[in-house]
């Protein structure tokens, strides 16, 4: 008997909650443009000022928390797309090039397979290959709205280097 009872009144519950009026949200009220979405007449697209500068002569950004992937500083151009034959970025970035050319040198987690817990012995992990998967240029902007948020860095080097291998499992022994 308990169980008819319950099972009618979740049954009116959802029926009452699907006779609900819902509300239509117009695709001019969201977004940061305010226009239809499909409207793209008046779009104007900005003019971002990418960091045009060499490599090796442009100001690199702190990461934007901690083990974050760090911003590319410089200029991509003939470098991307990163192709499975073709990857420049570690012809300076791969540890045994990068202090002779003033690269930041790619981090052990890059050359530790972490699904497997296997040392590459210097090998970038396949699943690394693609950098400008987690990568991207930086770039000179502003923002169309405050961001409030606040990186908290453990440890001040934490802001230019990458510590993931030795706090993978931080919090979970």
């Not at 990461?63 to 570690?90: Q, W, Y």
């Not at 990568?135 to 908290?152: G, L, R, Y």
Request: with cysteine.
């Amino acid at each position: 008997m308990k169980i008819k009872i319950i099972s009618s009144a979740i049954l009116v519950f959802l029926m009452a909650a699907c006779d609900m009026p819902s509300k239509t949200v117009s695709d001019t009220e969201i977004g940061i443009r305010k226009v239809e979405l499909s409207n793209e007449k008046d779009v104007v697209l900005k003019d971002i000022n990418w960091t045009a500068a060499p490599a090796g002569e442009s100001k690199k950004f702190d990461r934007s928390f901690e083990n974050a992937p760090p911003f590319i500083p410089h200029d991509t151009e003939g470098l991307v797309p990163i192709t499975k034959d073709m990857n420049m970025c570690v012809t300076c970035h791969m540890p045994e090039f990068a202090a002779d050319s003033g690269a930041t040198a790619i981090p052990a987690s890059h050359l530790y397979d972490i699904r497997n817990k296997k040392d590459l012995q210097g090998v970038l992990d396949d699943e690394r290959f693609v950098c400008t998967t987690c990568h991207v240029p930086q770039a000179n902007t502003d923002t169309p709205f405050k961001n409030n948020f606040k990186a908290d860095f453990r440890n001040p080097d934490s802001k230019t280097k990458s510590n993931l291998l030795e706090i993978l499992n931080d919090g979970v022994r």
